[in-house]
């Protein structure tokens, strides 16, 4: 297993950028990154909702960092969301010219980096069980 700090700096990187989208709900400018302007309300409260979605997302993952018991089912939690978004914008031929570079490649790292996670947490118990 690697040091565990190096564990616990990831989580909490990952984490912290995944919280990243809760400013729409204090700006909506911040919607502008992902290049939507002249939002109807419903889409602006569903966006800010998602905001708040992330924080909750990546405060479950700097939570992780410091307890590691909850550290695969949180990283299986946060491999399902990202995964979602990335198919549902990249299998789209009308939304993956609009998705943001840096949150596909971060999503797509954060998946890869989480799996690897689980993996080492898994691979001990299985060592474990076959004795």
């Known amino acids: 297993m690697p040091d565990g700090r190096v564990v616990k700096v990831a989580l909490v990187v990952l984490g912290l950028i995944t919280m990243t989208p809760v400013l729409a709900l204090v700006t909506p400018a911040a919607l502008e990154y992902y290049g939507l302007t002249h939002l109807a309300p419903m889409e602006e409260a569903l966006l800010r909702h998602r905001g708040v979605m992330q ?3 990546g405060a479950a993952l700097v939570w992780a960092a ?8 949180v990283a299986l939690a946060a491999i ?3 995964t979602t978004n990335l198919v549902l914008t990249l299998s789209d031929s009308t939304t993956r ?3 943001p ?5 971060f999503d797509s790292l954060a998946v890869l980096l989480l799996i690897g996670l689980i993996v080492l947490r898994l691979r001990p118990a299985a060592r474990r069980a076959a004795i």
């Not at 410091?66 to 089912?73: L, N």
């Not at 570079?101 to 490649?105: D, I, P, Q, R």
């Open 66 to 73: 410091f307890v590691p018991a909850v550290q695969v089912p």
């Open 55 to 57: 924080l909750v997302l």
């Open 101 to 105: 570079m840096f949150s596909t490649v």
């Open 80 to 82: 399902t969301t990202k």
């Open 97 to 99: 010219p609009d998705a």
